[in-house]
């Protein structure tokens, strides 16, 4: 057996779901990001220009930063590398199947040429895209 699988079959079953789930989501959302005009993505999403609260519970916060590594785990191993926004989309899908609400945020960084950056936040909890997005001043957000 590969290393890989070895490290994966060991992991608590809750995290080796979680991974099987971010490798699937974010597979989905890099094949739709493709073949869909974001338009048609966008109301699956969230609110448009919506923001979650601030704040959240410990337990809620826990399973934010589950959802991280999974994300981070599964971007890592992919034969191909997901950006920021298939990871971000993927984020709010799964903190979305799990009850929290959380922000995917969409912004520019004009200094560098309108470089372009997607992240999520659950309460405090920057899920995917940080540390970095605060030089992007935010264009949209979806809750």
């Not at 959802?67 to 992919?78: K, Q, W, Y």
């Not at 959380?102 to 995917?128: E, K, N």
Request: hydrophobic share 45%.
């Amino acid at each position: 057996m590969t290393k890989r699988l070895v490290q994966f079959i060991r992991l608590p079953a809750p995290e080796r779901w979680d991974l099987l789930e971010a490798v699937a989501l974010c597979t989905l959302a890099s094949v739709l990001l493709r073949v869909l005009r974001f338009r048609q993505l966008a109301p699956r999403l969230g609110r448009h220009m919506a923001e979650s609260p601030g704040q959240h519970d410990s337990a809620a916060l826990k399973q934010a930063a589950r959802v991280h590594r999974a994300i981070a785990t599964a971007a890592r191993h992919l034969p191909w590398k997901p950006v920021c926004l298939p990871q971000a989309v993927t984020a709010q899908w799964m903190l979305r199947r799990r009850g929290i609400p959380s922000t995917l945020y969409l912004g520019t960084d004009p200094a560098r040429g309108y470089d372009a950056h997607a992240w999520v936040r659950a309460g405090s909890v920057i899920v995917t895209g940080g540390p970095g997005q605060e030089r992007f001043a935010i264009v949209s957000s979806f809750a």
